[in-house]
């Protein structure tokens, strides 16, 4: 499979490497690294899938393009448009020419992610009562210096959308809306720290997310019938570690089984692996998950100046 990449910065570099012998060209107006200044000015028979690095604003125009002459397409989370129309247009097309069009969350392919998914899916832990993740980098100067990326409801949809794709992951659906916890803008003008949660009488959701946190950590604890679920840490945060924990009735200490990988970031290999085997399939196109993040966080977007205020 030949495959361009489209918006060569961080993003973008990564997605170059891994691509490996695959990569043929690199489109970006402004970088001189790069072969192309538009998407239009490639050889439309020169490669057959697009790795779309690019921020918000263009995705639709890019992708329709794109998947209008019938190239598979992977963008960088998270698939935005501000009328949810879009979206299922481009899912209709995508469908149409019968081509992959794919969301990348790297995330969902960190190993102790897979861990907890398999687990909670096992059903071994029972209902689950708690999911709390906490996500926080320490960018916000380097975000608060960005035309582009400070603005907005900032941390929310950066970081945001990766605990939200989480929370699919490992639940599946969620039916319980989530709403703003608390919002803050302790350094940018965008909020730069959001705590939301969803919850019922059965189960409770809470997200946090900051970029405040000068050393980047990654927590999740899950609370169930027979026990808990732990991760601290990812793996290019390393040590990365997954905990288990095996409830005692009537009450006690309970056994605790450990998994602590030292490792160098697994996630973006193997995700480009994954989007090889979609195309090489002609997986169908579905981005209900996409329409369901955007309504999401386009909901509690609305609802942060009222939080950042109070």
Same mark, same amino acid.
């Given at each position: 499979?030949?495959?361009?990449?489209?918006?060569?910065?961080?993003?973008?570099?990564?997605?170059?490497?891994?691509?490996?012998?695959?990569?043929?060209?690199a489109v970006d107006p402004v970088n001189p690294e790069a072969d192309f200044k538009t998407?239009?000015?490639?050889?439309?028979?020169?490669?057959?899938?697009?790795?779309?690095?690019?921020?918000?604003?263009?995705?639709?125009?890019?992708?329709?393009?794109?998947?209008?002459?019938?190239?598979?397409?992977?963008?960088?989370?998270?698939?935005?448009?501000?009328?949810?129309?879009?979206?299922?247009?481009?899912?209709?097309?995508?469908?149409?020419?019968?081509?992959?069009?794919?969301?990348?969350?790297?995330?969902?392919?960190? !190993?102790?992610?897979?861990?907890? %998914?398999?687990? @909670?899916?096992?059903?071994?832990?029972? =209902?689950?009562?708690? &999911?709390? *993740?906490?996500?926080?980098?320490?960018?916000?100067?380097?975000?608060?210096?960005?035309a582009w990326r400070d603005e907005g409801a900032g941390v929310l949809p950066d970081l945001?959308?990766?605990?939200?794709?989480?929370?699919?992951?490992?639940?599946?659906?969620?039916?319980?809306?989530?709403?703003?916890?608390?919002?803050?803008?302790?350094?940018?003008?965008?909020?730069?720290?959001?705590?939301?949660?969803?919850?019922?009488?059965?189960?409770?959701?809470?997200?946090?997310?900051?970029?405040?946190?000068?050393?980047?950590?990654?927590?999740?604890?899950?609370?169930?019938?027979?026990?808990?679920?732990?991760?601290?840490?990812?793996?290019?945060?390393? !040590?990365?570690?997954?905990?288990? %924990?095996?409830? @005692?009735?009537?009450?006690?200490?309970? =056994?605790?089984?450990? &998994?602590? *990988?030292?490792?160098?970031?697994?996630?973006w290999a193997a995700e480009y692996a994954y989007f090889k085997r979609l195309c090489k399939?002609?997986?169908?196109?579905?981005?209900?998950?996409?329409?369901?993040?955007?309504?999401?966080?386009?909901?509690?977007?609305?609802?942060?100046?009222?939080?950042?205020?109070?």
């Amino acid at each position: 499979m030949r495959v361009i990449v489209v918006g060569l910065g961080v993003q973008g570099h990564k997605r170059r490497r891994f691509a490996g012998a695959d990569y043929v060209a690199a489109v970006d107006p402004v970088n001189p690294e790069a072969d192309f200044k538009t998407v239009r000015a490639v050889p439309v028979d020169s490669y057959d899938a697009a790795l779309c690095c690019v921020p918000d604003e263009p995705k639709f125009e890019l992708l329709s393009y794109l998947l209008g002459h019938g190239k598979h397409v992977l963008v960088e989370k998270p698939l935005w448009s501000d009328d949810v129309a879009q979206l299922r247009e481009i899912e209709s097309v995508a469908r149409s020419h019968d081509l992959v069009c794919y969301t990348a969350y790297n995330h969902r392919f960190e !190993p102790h992610f897979v861990r907890m %998914r398999n687990l @909670i899916t096992s059903g071994e832990l029972g =209902p689950i009562y708690s &999911v709390r *993740l906490f996500y926080g980098n320490g960018t916000a100067r380097l975000v608060r210096d960005s035309a582009w990326r400070d603005e907005g409801a900032g941390v929310l949809p950066d970081l945001g959308s990766h605990l939200l794709d989480t929370c699919r992951f490992w639940l599946g659906n969620i039916d319980a809306p989530f709403r703003v916890i608390s919002a803050n803008r302790f350094e940018n003008r965008a909020p730069d720290h959001v705590v939301v949660a969803s919850g019922t009488a059965r189960q409770r959701i809470e997200l946090e997310m900051t970029l405040l946190s000068w050393r980047n950590h990654f927590t999740c604890d899950v609370f169930a019938e027979r026990g808990s679920a732990h991760i601290e840490s990812l793996c290019k945060w390393g !040590p990365s570690t997954f905990t288990r %924990r095996t409830r @005692i009735l009537p009450s006690g200490y309970p =056994p605790e089984e450990r &998994v602590v *990988l030292v490792q160098d970031d697994p996630t973006w290999a193997a995700e480009y692996a994954y989007f090889k085997r979609l195309c090489k399939d002609r997986a169908r196109a579905d981005l209900s998950g996409d329409i369901w993040l955007q309504a999401t966080l386009s909901r509690l977007a609305t609802a942060i100046p009222a939080a950042s205020a109070a």
